[in-house]
């Protein structure tokens, strides 16, 4: 009689899951190709800064006395700390908004890790704001005669600038999404603060012409030490004198953007809801 032995077969290994990082950068790029989708986001984003460097620059073109600038120049240099901070406003904005109509409360339920969907926001943020800038140099050189910088050392100073404030913005617009009570008032509650900071940081008005009370709030807030750095970077030594101290302080600007970064990731930790108010 001939015995048979029943073999079983091994279990196939675990298919190895992707990492954090790497699904991550697959949400960076779908977030990024549903933001480019939407045709009338994309024209607003971009169309509003350039309207409002053109404007600005061509009615106040002004020499500035005994520095080789002029005000248009000052302009390039705060638009572009400008929309180096609208993580700010629009991640504050649109994760209000997907926590309203329910989105983060469904990625909860998919096996996304909750770091990935950040990641992705984080990394969408630092394409629009780096295309936004790359725009604004454009036309600050062609129409209004910027100079780029020709040294190495100028180029990684906007590098180090533009990341720490991109991620410290960013990370402030993550934690302030909790603020609106719903998607609906998150424009009203998340753009006003935005506009006041631009006014006070050296965007639209130098800070050399700001009252001391308004110049000491807006210190506290990294606005002000981005656009301080960027003029350091396009203005050179000669946009120095326009600074209240006479000097860019670029050790401080690093010291504080680093500090927002830090600060920004502790407030997202203590202040961010998966769910909306309704949901409990």
């Known amino acids: 009689m001939t015995q048979t032995t029943a073999r079983t077969s091994a279990p196939a290994p675990a298919a ?9 950068l697959s949400r960076a790029a779908f977030e990024t190709k549903m933001f480019f989708r939407e045709k009338d986001a994309v024209i607003f984003t971009f169309a509003f800064p350039i309207v409002l460097l053109v404007i600005f620059g061509s009615i106040f073109a002004d020499d500035l006395e005994g520095t080789g600038l ?12 400008s929309a180096a901070m609208t993580g700010f406003q629009n991640l504050g904005i649109g994760i209000a908004v997907d926590r309203d109509d ?3 409360k469904r990625l909860l339920g998919t096996p996304l890790p909750r770091t990935s969907y950040f990641i992705g ?33 100028a180029w990684l ?12 913005s960013s990370l402030l617009g993550i934690a302030v999404s909790s603020l609106p009570r719903s998607g609906k008032s998150a424009s ?16 639209f008005i130098p800070v050399s012409q700001l009252p001391a009370w308004l110049a000491n709030i807006a210190s506290f ?20 004198t326009l600074e209240l101290t006479k000097s860019y302080e670029l050790d401080r600007v690093a010291l504080i953007l680093g500090a927002w ?9 203590v202040t961010f809801r998966w769910k909306s108010r309704r949901d409990g």
């Open 221 to 240: 807030f990294p606005l002000k030490w981005m656009c301080q750095g960027f003029r350091s970077v396009f203005l050179g030594d000669a946009g120095a």
């Open 16 to 24: 190895k899951q992707p990492s954090a990082i790497r699904l991550g």
């Open 157 to 168: 100073t906007f590098v180090w600038v533009f990341v720490l404030g991109v991620i410290g």
């Open 70 to 81: 002029n005000v248009s120049q000052l302009y390039v240099a705060g638009l572009i700390g």
């Open 121 to 153: 926001k984080a990394l969408n943020t630092l394409v629009v704001s780096f295309f936004q800038v790359v725009i604004l140099l454009a036309i600050g050189v062609t129409l209004f005669g910027l100079k780029l910088p020709s040294e190495v050392s």
């Open 188 to 203: 009203a509650v998340i753009a006003m603060p935005f506009v006041v900071l631009q006014f006070i940081s050296g965007v």
């Open 261 to 269: 970064v830090v600060g920004g990731l502790v407030l997202c930790l």
């Open 102 to 104: 329910g989105t983060l």
